[in-house]
């Protein structure tokens, strides 16, 4: 059995924050396998106590963010309809297309609205499961 380890960068807003800390536990917290292959998820989103939140400009805030995007091999973006409000999940987007990072979109409990803009840019759109979201990072992975 081949053993992967894949980073995973899991935008979200702190003010929306149970998507992504149910994305992380589905993600980061079991052991996973596809076929014959073992997976390894390492999480590179920005946690809450980092000090990125503290950067002094936006500028700083931005190339925080980017740096954790250029490490990970694929980008989750929930299609929550906050999304349309945020700046950073727009900015999170231009981030992983500037460094060809693939982006699974994830549609939070069957939502039939989600962010046009994150589907939009979206290279593979999953529902709210951990299998699929799982497959879907792997598949997007090996792109």
């Given at each position: 059995m081949s053993s992967h380890q894949i980073h995973v960068f899991i935008s979200h807003s702190w003010a929306y924050s149970n998507h992504y800390s149910t994305?992380?536990?589905w993600i980061f917290?079991?052991?996973w396998?596809?076929?014959q292959a073992s997976l390894s998820f390492r999480d590179f989103?920005?946690?809450r106590e980092?000090?990125?939140h503290n950067a002094p400009t936006d500028s700083l805030l931005q190339q925080a963010i980017y740096k954790q995007i250029a490490l990970s091999?694929?980008?989750v973006i929930p299609t929550g309809m906050y999304t349309h409000y945020?700046?950073?999940i727009k900015k999170e987007i231009e981030g992983a297309k500037y460094y060809g990072k693939p982006i699974l979109a994830v549609n939070p409990w069957g939502q039939e609205r989600g962010a046009g803009i994150v589907k939009a840019n979206a290279d593979d759109i999953v529902g709210w499961n951990s299998e699929p979201i799982v497959k879907g990072i792997w598949t997007l992975h090996r792109r």
């Open positions: 994305l992380a536990d917290e079991k052991s396998s596809v076929g989103s920005v946690p980092s000090p990125i091999h694929v980008v945020s700046k950073w």
